[in-house]
């Protein structure tokens, strides 16, 4: 049975930090590439970091860099998400995603890349 499970998500003020968690069991901890994706209401899901599980190469939307930070703990299984300065514009659900392959700077914020998904955490940031 493969899973991710997510953490961590809630409501926060502008300029607040939230640290989400993914934890993969099954399948899912033989992925190469793990990361999170989010979806606010209308918009299409968009990447908002990736890590590849060997080597710890990541990448980021243009809209987190330098506030945002993804990492992982292979002894747990868990790739986290530290996220500072939140603003509005960061409001929606965010998910964790794992690829068989690894992340690659061509299609690492495409969904169609990940074979597994996670049900989705709620970031909340209000004004």
């Known amino acids: 049975q493969v899973q991710l499970v997510e953490s961590g998500g809630g409501s926060v003020q502008a300029g607040g930090s939230l640290r989400l968690s993914c934890a993969a069991s099954g399948y899912a901890y033989s992925s190469k590439c793990m990361g999170w994706f989010r979806q606010a209401p209308g918009k299409e899901r968009e990447g908002v970091a990736v890590?590849?599980?060997?080597?710890?190469?990541?990448f980021y939307a243009d809209s987190v860099k330098g506030r945002f930070t993804i990492s992982q703990d292979n002894a747990k299984n868990t790739v986290y998400l530290q996220m500072n300065s939140l603003k509005p514009e960061d409001t929606a659900m965010y998910y964790c995603?794992?690829?068989?392959?690894?992340?690659?700077?061509?299609?690492?914020?495409?969904?169609?890349?990940?074979?597994?998904w996670g049900q989705g955490t709620q970031v909340t940031v209000s004004s």
């Open positions: 995603a794992a690829a068989l392959g690894y992340c690659s700077a061509g299609y690492w914020n495409v969904p169609l890349s990940y074979h597994y």
């Open positions: 890590i590849n599980t060997s080597g710890g190469v990541t």
